[in-house]
């Protein structure tokens, strides 16, 4: 195991993801977190959904094909709406702010501006869970913060790291459908499975929704395409888990948004 700099690193940032769960779990912040947007004189573009879903992704191809756009990591975010530090650049003129850690509070989402638009990503159970488990060493204190226990549980099994991934999967996709009902005009539900083969048609299909002029001409972010292939190797038991557990609130998500109108389509060529 290494001990050098980069695990003093990761360590420190585990930390700060504690303290700043801890501070919305033992405050009223819940509810509100987004006030300090609300204020904001830039132009905002919010990006959540279920962690490991494609936000960060999405973060990045707004970042390159919005002239004059920041995109601040998500820990950045959550300090400055939920500890009060500023963010870098705070002289660009468009804030594409990662939110995953706020996914599941629905309420805040609805005290946004209604100019606000929010894109919900979404991505097949299988590739997230198992990217939750294998890709991701903040399982422990997502799941900790999902049942506000920060620094008090453990997941010392493989069978609990997978129960854990997949509790947090079906809280999300049961929360992004509670979003999309109740902030439809202004939410839109993006499937990574399905506009990662065509970034710039999603790109063009979103840029009437956000309001903004996106260039994908600009975009270098690429998505691998061997992580759509990963969820292969997932073994029959925790396959059976998943399917038995998460794919019904995803096509649940997927079928609220089509009735409501709230989906990100691209159009056939």
């Not at 490991?52 to 973060?59: D, H, K, L």
């Not at 002239?67 to 998500?74: Q, R, S």
């Not at 929360?175 to 399905?194: M, N």
Request: glycine letters at 6%; aromatic letters at 6%; hydrophobic letters at 40%.
């Amino acid at each position: 195991m290494s001990t050098g700099p980069a695990s003093d690193c990761g360590n420190a940032v585990r930390h700060s993801w504690e303290e700043l769960y801890r501070r919305i779990l033992s405050t009223d912040l819940a509810g509100r977190l987004f006030e300090r947007v609300a204020g904001n004189s830039r132009s905002i573009v919010l990006v959540t959904g279920c962690q490991r879903s494609g936000t960060t992704w999405m973060r990045k191809l707004l970042a390159e094909a919005l002239p004059d756009a920041m995109a601040p990591k998500e820990q950045e975010v959550c300090a400055y709406l939920v500890a009060g530090a500023e963010l870098p650049a705070p002289e660009a003129r468009v804030q594409i702010l990662q939110t995953t850690f706020a996914n599941v509070y629905v309420e805040s989402f609805m005290r946004l501006p209604p100019a606000i638009p929010v894109i919900l990503m979404a991505r097949n159970p299988f590739s997230v869970c198992r990217s939750l488990v294998y890709n991701w060493d903040s399982l422990l204190i997502e799941h900790a913060h999902r049942v506000g226990a920060i620094g008090r549980v453990a997941l010392d099994r493989e069978n609990d790291l997978w129960h854990a991934a997949v509790n947090i999967y079906v809280q999300s996709m049961r929360a992004g459908r509670e979003l999309l009902a109740r902030r439809s005009e202004r939410t839109r539900l993006v499937l990574f499975d399905e506009i990662v083969g065509d970034v710039p048609a999603a790109l063009h299909c979103l840029s009437g929704f956000i309001g903004q002029p996106l260039e994908p001409a600009n975009v270098s972010t690429v998505a691998n395409p061997e992580v759509m292939n990963k969820q292969r190797s997932l073994s029959d038991r925790f396959r059976s888990l998943i399917a038995t557990q998460c794919v019904t609130p995803y096509d649940d998500l997927r079928r609220c948004a089509d009735a409501l109108g709230n989906r990100l389509e691209i159009p056939s060529p």
